[in-house]
């Protein structure tokens, strides 16, 4: 499930498992943990033709994510899924439209006030004058 209306079957989810290098003695060498998911967005069902390519103008036709956090094989799937939905879900998400707004009277005249403290502040560093 990436979204209410988003829902990838998992035929759709190509599966690879293979060993995950790195230190961990026999165990890391003989077990095949690490999972590689590999989700085609062109094929894919799940999406409407504006999603489609809005996920594949963001991520490529491809997805594909990588887990070997864990020594299991099932929870490697598990944290795999979760970083597809997340990708995804970023992927799809429609960022709001900004408002334009004007700057208060008030905010106005703070920031002029500010810049002119700042200016006597910067004016009262400089080497005094003769006529000082």
């Known amino acids: 499930m990436v979204t ?7 035929h759709e989810i190509e599966v690879r498992f293979s060993a995950s290098g790195g230190p961990g003695g026999q165990h890391a060498n003989k077990a095949a ?13 799940a999406f409407t033709d504006a999603e489609r390519a809005r996920v594949r103008q963001r ?20 944290l795999a899924e979760e970083r597809l939905a997340t990708r ?3 992927a799809l ?7 334009a707004t004007r700057p208060t009277r008030a905010s106005q005249r703070r920031r002029v006030e500010a810049k002119k403290q700042r200016g ?6 400089q080497r005094p004058t003769s006529e000082d």
């Open 4 to 10: 209410d209306s988003v829902r990838i079957p998992r």
């Open 33 to 45: 943990t690490r999972a590689e998911l590999t989700f085609d967005i062109e094929t894919s069902a």
């Open 59 to 78: 991520l490529g036709s491809t997805i594909r994510v990588v887990a070997d956090d864990e020594r299991s094989q099932r929870r490697n799937r598990e």
């Open 88 to 90: 995804l879900r970023e």
């Open 93 to 99: 998400h429609v960022p709001r439209r900004r408002r």
């Open 120 to 125: 006597e502040l910067k004016r009262g560093r």
